[in-house]
């Protein structure tokens, strides 16, 4: 879920940040030289971004952390989380002193803020001259990326929800969705926000893209800050546009979750429309796409006989597909195709031949499963008619 903004257009945070506007031009003291040291930040920043070295952009971090505007700050972590991102492998370690200082310095900095009086709805020019909206946004998202272990997060989230509360219509749709789902991510609920949220998005549904539909439904749901008719709107909206925009696996996959885990069922076409495009692009879902859609449907005992013979099929035909299994991707599809069958789907044969290929996976996966995976496993593999002797890896 979230696809992170960028830090802004490097412009100087001086009265956001308590710095004294001289009036002058020259050296530091001036506004016109704060920002130009801003940007002469930011552009060093990005240049080390650019070349994938992550030790230089920490170097950087240490060297310039006490003269970063908020930009600066909110790119340097962007930039950060983006390596994690892309990387898979690599992790920002909590005791790197580099990174330390700068989460220091994104506390003073928010700090300062709420000080200044940035939270107040009255200051929304300066708050928006200085693109701080972007940057609330981009540190929540980039927080929420870097999931960085055993770091306390309580204090920068209270203090980001204090500031956007009060400016909620600078919000672009993207840096709205990335806010919500950064606070969803470090599991730092805002109650107040996440519901002044819901009043902004339900006034104005279409600038919000269908990826900022979907993760908004993901945030709101793994929150547990939701009004149901809010989640019945934007996954109607999303719906509609089907058949005429783009879509991605994950989307739907995050649509499907969130409908699931709340226990809302749609109206019926909605569920057609997001099956049917479901169908068409199941070449392109990873495991874990296919798995959690699969459960989601048969969660909401919603029977879709086309998309569950299509994902049967695929499994068998996908050897590369069936090594990327992991338990939890077992049990949500072997408990899925349970609960089709038991709905009497016409899918039944497919589902079927899925198991013989689905069975020596999970024999491979069985001492990797955990008591609940294992029961979900056994209960499937019952149910749906697997007998003794009839499967050497079912008897194991």
Same mark, same amino acid.
């Given at each position: 879920?979230? @696809?992170?903004?960028?830090?802004?257009?490097?412009r100087g945070a001086a009265k956001a940040?308590?710095?004294?506007?001289?009036?002058?031009?020259? @050296?530091?003291?001036?506004?016109?030289?704060?920002?130009?040291?801003?940007?002469?930040?930011?552009?060093?920043?990005?240049?080390?971004?650019?070349?994938?070295?992550?030790?230089?952009?920490?170097?950087?971090?240490?060297?310039?952390?006490?003269?970063?505007?908020?930009?600066?700050?909110?790119?340097?972590?962007?930039?950060?989380?983006?390596?994690?991102?892309?990387?898979?492998?690599?992790?920002?370690?909590?005791?790197?002193?580099?990174?330390?200082?700068?989460?220091?310095?994104?506390?003073?900095?928010?700090?300062?803020?709420?000080q200044n009086g940035c939270a107040m709805?009255?200051?929304?020019?300066?708050?928006?001259?200085?693109?701080?909206?972007?940057?609330?946004? &981009?540190?929540?998202?980039?927080?929420?990326?870097?999931?960085?272990?055993?770091?306390?997060?309580?204090?920068?989230?209270?203090?980001? @929800?204090?500031?956007?509360?009060?400016?909620?219509?600078?919000?672009?749709?993207?840096?709205?969705?990335?806010?919500?789902?950064?606070?969803?991510?470090?599991?730092?609920?805002?109650?107040?926000?996440?519901?002044?949220? &819901?009043?902004?998005?339900?006034?104005?549904? &279409?600038?919000?893209?269908?990826?900022?539909?979907?993760?908004?439904?993901?945030?709101?749901?793994?929150?547990?800050?939701?009004?149901?008719?809010?989640?019945?709107?934007?996954?109607?909206?999303?719906?509609?546009?089907?058949?005429?925009?783009?879509?991605?696996?994950?989307?739907?996959?995050?649509?499907?979750?969130?409908?699931?885990?709340?226990?809302?069922?749609?109206? =019926?076409?909605?569920?057609?429309?997001?099956?049917?495009?479901?169908?068409?692009?199941?070449?392109?879902?990873?495991?874990?796409?296919?798995?959690?859609?699969?459960?989601?449907?048969?969660?909401?005992?919603?029977?879709?006989?086309?998309?569950?013979?299509?994902? =049967?099929?695929?499994?068998?035909?996908?050897?590369?597909?069936?090594?990327?299994?992991?338990?939890?991707?077992?049990?949500?599809?072997?408990? =899925?195709?349970?609960?089709?069958?038991?709905?009497?789907?016409?899918?039944?044969?497919?589902?079927?031949?899925?198991?013989s290929a689905l069975i020596p996976r999970?024999?491979?996966?069985?001492?990797?499963?955990?008591?609940?995976?294992?029961?979900?496993?056994?209960?499937?593999?019952?149910?749906?008619?697997?007998?003794?002797?009839?499967?050497?890896?079912?008897?194991?």
């Amino acid at each position: 879920g979230g @696809g992170g903004g960028g830090g802004g257009k490097g412009r100087g945070a001086a009265k956001a940040r308590g710095r004294k506007d001289d009036g002058g031009g020259g @050296g530091r003291g001036g506004k016109s030289g704060v920002i130009a040291q801003a940007k002469y930040i930011n552009m060093v920043i990005c240049k080390a971004a650019d070349r994938g070295d992550v030790q230089s952009l920490l170097n950087i971090v240490a060297t310039q952390v006490g003269d970063m505007s908020c930009v600066n700050l909110s790119t340097a972590i962007h930039k950060l989380a983006r390596f994690a991102k892309m990387d898979g492998k690599w992790s920002i370690s909590p005791g790197d002193a580099r990174f330390v200082a700068l989460h220091s310095q994104i506390q003073v900095e928010l700090r300062r803020q709420v000080q200044n009086g940035c939270a107040m709805a009255s200051n929304n020019a300066l708050v928006c001259e200085e693109s701080l909206p972007r940057c609330w946004s &981009t540190l929540a998202w980039a927080y929420g990326t870097l999931q960085v272990k055993g770091l306390d997060l309580a204090g920068v989230f209270r203090m980001i @929800g204090q500031l956007s509360l009060a400016h909620m219509p600078s919000f672009k749709p993207l840096e709205l969705t990335n806010l919500l789902w950064g606070f969803a991510k470090v599991k730092v609920t805002d109650h107040q926000l996440f519901q002044a949220s &819901t009043q902004h998005i339900l006034s104005d549904l &279409t600038p919000f893209s269908s990826s900022n539909l979907s993760t908004l439904i993901w945030a709101v749901v793994t929150a547990q800050v939701y009004d149901p008719e809010m989640v019945q709107r934007v996954v109607e909206e999303f719906a509609s546009r089907l058949r005429t925009s783009e879509v991605k696996p994950v989307e739907l996959t995050n649509l499907m979750w969130g409908l699931a885990t709340a226990k809302l069922h749609p109206k =019926a076409h909605v569920l057609f429309e997001v099956g049917g495009r479901a169908l068409q692009l199941l070449p392109e879902f990873k495991l874990q796409e296919l798995s959690i859609t699969c459960w989601s449907f048969s969660r909401l005992r919603a029977r879709y006989d086309r998309l569950f013979v299509g994902a =049967a099929l695929h499994l068998c035909s996908s050897p590369a597909l069936l090594q990327q299994i992991h338990p939890q991707g077992m049990a949500n599809l072997l408990w =899925a195709f349970e609960k089709q069958t038991a709905m009497g789907s016409a899918a039944a044969e497919q589902i079927v031949a899925a198991l013989s290929a689905l069975i020596p996976r999970c024999l491979a996966l069985l001492k990797q499963l955990k008591p609940q995976e294992f029961a979900c496993v056994f209960r499937a593999l019952a149910r749906m008619g697997v007998q003794w002797g009839g499967s050497p890896e079912a008897d194991v």
